[in-house]
């Protein structure tokens, strides 16, 4: 196993060979969730796992990552340890048109260059497993303080009723 994987890949060529690639791929380097993720001791890094492929006419790869990522949650502004473990078949295409002639069990990868830059790959798969407002399941303390549900919050049928205790316990 590589401690790393390469930075570009030439998928069409490896889809040839049936190439596999496995290794780690640090959280710092993906720019685009920056924003998003919280790194911590932790959480710095994800396993990927590309298998590169020739199924019929078609270049594929399947992705696999799984580790964790340090998220916020968004109930309570504290830090979440999410378990990400995605797998995603992917056909490689050159042109927009031909996304349309692929079959249901394939996503498209398409290519604007001969090289795939695997750093925006696993980036594309992450923010597509992240979930878009993360919280704990369970109990969680709120920004003031207070113990609170995050799946009361979401399930109530009475959504003002939070800020009523708010306002009761900022009153007393």
Request: net charge negative.
């Amino acid at each position: 196993m590589l401690d790393r994987l390469p930075k570009t890949l030439e998928p069409t060529l490896l889809a040839q060979q049936q190439a596999v690639f496995e290794g780690h791929v640090s959280l710092e380097e993906l720019t685009r969730l920056a924003d998003i993720l919280l790194v911590d001791g932790d959480c710095r890094s994800v396993q990927a796992r590309l298998e590169f492929a020739r199924e019929g006419r078609l270049n594929v790869v399947k992705v696999q990552i799984t580790g964790h990522l340090s998220l916020k949650c968004q109930s309570c502004l504290e830090m979440i340890t999410y378990p990400i473990q995605t797998q995603s078949h992917l056909a490689i295409v050159c042109e927009a048109a031909e996304i349309s002639y692929l079959p249901d069990s394939y996503e498209p990868l398409l290519l604007e260059a001969e090289l795939l830059v695997v750093n925006e790959l696993i980036e594309e798969e992450l923010l597509l497993a992240i979930p878009d407002f993360p919280r704990h399941e369970n109990e969680c303390r709120s920004y003031f303080g207070d113990q609170l549900r995050c799946s009361n919050l979401v399930e109530s049928n009475r959504p003002f009723s939070v800020l009523a205790e708010l306002k009761k316990t900022i009153g007393d």
